[in-house]
């Protein structure tokens, strides 16, 4: 059974910057998309970013907020997707997931999308 562990949240400032980091274990993924997603207080689940390598080429998509802000990469020698996220706001305050599996075209438009989801990871941004 695959496990994903994120780590790297905390407490910011506003302006700030972070580094999510989730590492996958139990089963390889390497041809397969990884991502995020976060859920805000209140608020449902919603698509981040999400990457897949498709041949020798890196293909990402990103929600509408986050696209120049965010920046997700991959490590498939460790299993391992990372989110830099720089320019932080107090509304991307939530709880960040990682999520594995499927195709990354997919994790904008639930239900399809990732078959594994982490325990997620508190980021929060203050103003």
């Known amino acids: 059974q695959a496990q994903l562990v994120e780590s790297g949240g905390g407490l910011v400032q506003a302006g700030g910057s972070l580094r999510l980091s989730c590492a996958a274990s139990g089963r390889t993924f390497s041809r397969y998309a990884m991502g995020w997603f976060r859920q805000a207080p209140g608020k449902e689940r919603e698509f981040v970013a999400a990457i897949q390598l498709i041949g020798s080429t890196y293909y990402a998509d990103y929600a509408d907020p986050m696209e120049g802000r965010f920046t997700i990469t991959r490590d498939n020698a460790k299993n391992t997707v990372y989110l830099a996220m720089t320019s932080l706001k107090p509304e991307d305050t939530a709880v960040y997931y990682c999520?594995?599996?499927?195709?990354?075209?997919?994790?904008?438009?639930?239900?399809?999308?990732?078959?594994?989801w982490g325990q997620g990871t508190q980021v929060t941004v203050s103003s």
């Open positions: 999520a594995a599996g499927g195709a990354y075209r997919d994790y904008a438009k639930p239900p399809g999308g990732p078959d594994y």
